[in-house]
């Protein structure tokens, strides 16, 4: 486990919280055969909640994600491919990056700095999990999802509780409660969002946007933890390993 990253993102943490005061109904968990089908019907990051079409009804369909949760870290959130998903740790402080990691399914895990990550999934997860328990306060607060805001709203939610789910990481929430979200549109699909009783601030882009690394990084500075994709000089031959292995899994089936 990656004790670095999970000091330096003590703040997120401060989430554990949201479910402390309301009980409500327990939602319906997943059964084995939903993990099952949800799982494998996507190339799945995100898992939203049981019977939904879209994971977290289409929250979770984002290029990019800042969030704040009031600590001093900010979560960077960003899909640059389908199979691809970046998650940094920056200080608020100091706006540096502390910790990133780009994690796809044929390349494996990428980390910086090498000198403070370790070859596991956990801060992705961990990071990720924090990222989707804000997702699905999107999705109770506006269910229809973000291509049906046109324009600013504030309103009250409630949110039942819930099992959260990224990757193969979990977390179950204690209780429910009610919380009050405000969204400001600052773009086609792109809005800056509040939830103030949780603690919750966020960007939410859902355009395309260049992949973070960009294809031109160099990965002398990068943890590389598979040994199937070689020595790969930068981003752009890891990508093209990755496109390769996805353009023969297509051919096989």
């Known amino acids: 486990m990656d004790y670095n990253l999970i000091l330096k993102a003590k703040c997120i943490l401060m989430a554990i919280c949201i479910f402390s005061a309301i009980p409500s109904a327990y939602s319906k968990e997943w059964s084995q ?19 939904q079409d879209h994971p977290n009804n289409g929250w ?44 796809s399914f044929d390349a494996g895990i990428i980390s910086f700095p090498i000198d403070k990550t370790e070859c596991t999934i956990d ?3 961990m990071a990720g999990l924090y990222v989707e328990l804000a997702m699905y306060m999107l ?23 819930a099992e959260i789910r990224f990757m193969g990481g979990v977390m179950r929430q204690k209780r429910g409660g009610f ?27 859902g355009e395309q946007i260049p992949p973070s690394p960009n294809d031109d990084e160099q ?22 390993f990755t496109h390769k292995q996805v353009m023969n899994n297509t051919a096989r089936e």
């Open 139 to 161: 999705s109770q607060a506006f269910p229809n999802g973000p291509q049906n805001i046109s324009s600013d709203i504030s309103k009250s939610f409630r949110y039942p509780k």
């Open 123 to 125: 801060g992705i997860e």
């Open 33 to 51: 055969q939903e993990k099952i089908l949800r799982f494998t019907s996507q190339p799945a990051f995100h898992w939203g909640q049981p019977g």
């Open 179 to 205: 919380g009050k979200a405000g969204i400001r549109k600052i773009g086609k699909s792109h809005f800056e969002i509040e939830v103030p009783k949780e603690s919750i601030k966020l960007e939410w882009i």
């Open 60 to 103: 979770s369909d984002y290029s990019k994600v800042i969030l704040d949760l009031g600590g001093d870290v900010i979560i960077e959130a960003q899909r640059n491919r389908p199979n691809e998903i970046s998650m940094k740790i920056i200080s608020k402080e100091s706006n540096d990056l502390e910790y990133q990691y780009i994690y």
């Open 219 to 240: 990965l002398s500075a990068w943890r590389i933890c598979s040994d199937k994709i070689g020595s790969p000089k930068s981003f752009k031959e890891v990508r093209l």
